[in-house]
């Protein structure tokens, strides 16, 4: 296992060498009197006129060297200290200088320091300061004249942002952003706690009934958690806690709402577009991952409604699909573009949907999604973001086959040891083995499917914490003890620090769920532990170095190997990507319950097709940010109601008579 990089080499201001000052000359003089070449005056008989008059210039000349090159010192001292890049050890200790980050205040000075290493002071958006501390030779980088151009290196091993990241090659160290664009009552327990007694007597348990509780108070409420919840200092920790990726989920509401839909509508992309900056800047690239998709895809509280499947599946099953359609092409065509298609290189298009929903139903609008996607940004590597389906929770090898010359298609799986079974009495030393067997399921998909991942797991061997299983289902006694960190002793540490470790060298390449748990307002602390990144790395049992994990699953199981990086090669969007050997049908002739597609309500392509801000540069106003649109060509219009039509409840539609009018549209 290579250690960290001990240094950081790079050019910055220092004592500035002017050539014609003459700044040789001075080792010359000493060197000429050190070695008698300046004849020494006789002890007898004074001192000569020729001789005075030469100690005279030796002298003239050393005090008018001095003084020169005070100032150069001077001049060169200034220049470091306002306009030079840093360099420093990245093995710990005091950046010197120490620059001062105030990129994207608006109040950026011209010559202000625009990198740094670790001991670097950051000044954040509202004005408060923190010591950027990263000891694996991390380098932030934001240049305010150039906000979209080079970025930051997260580790001395991560490719700096602008350089390629190579798929097979380059490992993902990730973790997700859960709780923060798309709210989950686990991860942020106060702010559902504040409105569980409301008096609209609404009974909240997602962030759809929450938004309702919330009533005028909403944009207040929901911007400050986005404010607050996640800041700047965030990514600067997870680069410094050696993690390289981050997956952030973004529901459908980031766009637009419809109807009585209550969720705050666009909000949630200023935020993602700060995101943006700060993962440039910190050297992290980012999954994109379609998290709340119209209608729910799961019925879960974390699609932004929990109760009924309305996706796919019921009355405005297709509806609900077409519509998601559209915002695959938007969020597609802002992440396609130049500017941010070197932090975005991934786009999860559902996350988790059900299989209840059918196999023949969720491949049908897959096919579909891909297809879209891929007519937007064209074929081949660099032509937009790679795409990944979920499994469904069927396992990698269902999927073999599926899709087959696709191009950039990647797996995601999200294997939970919490949710495995009954798992009331497992113990940490008993679980970290059965992680292992991952490894193997992992290397088979990643050779015959292609780039396969886990875009979520934790070191969760039980299902305890509070609202883990939504707001209601209460934990039982037995959970008090794995919910109480604060009590665990060195060996129940050791044992779940272990079960991290063979989890991370199984799934190779993988986002941990979650980064952080908000504290609880009734508990005073963070609830559900065993999902809490940052405090399992603080408390022990998550390793500080990923890197630390290589070889867990060879001494636990004995004959573990990592993948060898050889994809298929349409995989990467190499030879043959993009030609499909099969496309299922969309829509499917029906739906998994029965329904006959043809006579469903559907939508119409004919509505104007939004498009998605682009971040403003104040000390960079005539910066190309894009338009939020790549590809001109991409004109088809956008899915929208028919006119004069009434549909059902999109949300609530799977027991419903099929309306007469709107049908097969």
């Not at 050190?34 to 005056?41: D, I, L």
């Not at 798309?182 to 008096?199: C, G, S, W």
């Not at 495995?420 to 083995?433: D, E, K, M, W």
Request: net charge negative; hydrophobic share 35%; charged share 15%.
């Amino acid at each position: 296992m290579d250690g960290p990089s001990n240094t950081s080499s790079k050019e910055h201001f220092g004592v500035a060498k002017d050539p014609g000052s003459g700044a040789g000359s001075v080792d010359e003089v000493n060197h000429n009197l050190e070695s008698g070449a300046v004849q020494q005056p006789e002890k007898a008989g004074g001192l000569s006129k020729k001789v005075k008059i030469l100690i005279g210039a030796v002298i003239f000349v050393l005090v008018a060297l001095a003084l020169i090159l005070g100032l150069v010192l001077t001049v060169g001292k200034k220049k470091s200290s306002t306009g030079g890049t840093s360099s420093s050890s990245n093995s710990g200790g005091d950046a010197s200088p120490t620059p001062t980050s105030t990129a994207g205040t608006g109040t950026t000075p011209q010559n202000a320091v625009v990198s740094g290493t670790t001991g670097s002071t950051i000044t954040m958006d509202d004005g408060t300061t923190f010591t950027y501390t990263n000891t694996f030779g991390g380098e932030w980088l934001a240049d305010p004249k150039k906000p979209l151009g080079s970025g930051g290196k997260a580790q001395s091993w991560t490719p700096r942002i602008g350089e390629e990241w190579k798929w097979g090659q380059d490992k993902i160290n990730g973790v997700n952003l859960g709780g923060w664009l798309v709210t989950e009552p686990f991860i942020v327990p106060a702010l559902y706690e504040k409105y569980l007694q409301n008096d609209l007597g609404i009974h909240v348990t997602d962030e759809w009934t929450l938004s309702q509780a919330m009533g005028s108070k909403l944009a207040e409420e929901m911007e400050n958690h986005y404010k607050t919840f996640i800041t700047e200092k965030d990514f600067a920790d997870i680069a410094a806690a050696g993690l390289n990726w981050l997956r952030i989920p973004i529901g459908y509401w980031a766009i637009e709402t419809m109807n009585d839909e209550p969720f705050l509508q666009g909000v949630s992309w200023t935020y993602f577009l700060k995101a943006l900056g700060w993962a440039r800047k910190y050297g992290l690239r980012i999954y994109l991952d379609f998290h709340g998709l119209p209608g729910s895809q799961n019925g879960w509280n974390h699609s932004g409604k929990g109760g009924d499947i309305n996706f796919m599946k019921g009355v405005m099953g297709i509806a609900n699909a077409q519509r998601t359609l559209t915002y695959l092409r938007i969020f597609t065509e802002f992440i396609s573009q130049p500017q941010y298609k070197d932090v975005v290189l991934m786009f999860g298009i559902v996350n988790e949907i059900r299989w209840e929903t059918g196999a023949e139903q969720i491949e049908s609008f897959y096919g579909e999604a891909y297809e879209t996607i891929r007519k937007s940004t064209g074929l081949g590597a660099g032509n937009g973001p790679y795409i990944a389906i979920h499994e469904g929770f069927q396992g990698t090898a269902r999927w073999e086959g599926f899709l087959a010359g696709a191009d950039r298609l990647i797996l995601d799986q999200h294997p939970y040891l919490a949710f495995s079974g009954n798992t009331a009495g497992a113990t940490p030393a008993g679980s970290a083995p059965d992680t292992c067997g991952w490894g193997t399921s992992m290397n088979r998909s990643q050779r015959v499917f292609g780039v396969t991942i886990a875009g979520e797991f934790s070191t969760a061997i039980n299902n305890c914490g509070l609202w883990l299983n939504g707001i209601g289902n209460e934990d039982p006694a037995s959970c008090d003890v794995w919910n109480d960190w604060a009590s665990w002793d060195a060996a129940t540490i050791a044992g779940l620090k272990q079960v991290s470790m063979a989890s991370m060298d199984a799934l190779q390449n993988y986002f941990y769920w979650t980064w952080k748990i908000g504290d609880s307002t009734v508990l005073k602390t963070s609830s559900c532990p065993m999902w809490h990144y940052k405090l399992g790395m603080e408390k022990g049992w998550i390793p500080k170095d990923p890197r630390e994990v290589s070889g867990t699953c060879s001494k636990l199981s004995g004959d573990f190997t990592p993948f060898d990086g050889q994809f298929p090669a349409t995989a990467t969007g190499g030879a043959g990507a993009g030609q499909l050997q099969a496309t299922p049908v969309f829509p499917p002739a029906t739906l998994n319950d029965g329904l006959a597609a043809d006579t469903l309500p559907t939508y119409t392509a004919t509505g104007a097709l939004k498009t998605l801000a682009v971040p403003t540069f104040t000390a960079a106003p005539d910066v190309d940010a894009g338009t939020g649109w790549n590809n001109a060509n991409d004109n088809e219009l956008a899915y929208v109601p028919v006119a004069g039509c009434t549909y059902p409840n999109a949300y609530d539609a799977n027991n419903v008579a099929v309306p007469a009018a709107c049908t097969g549209a």
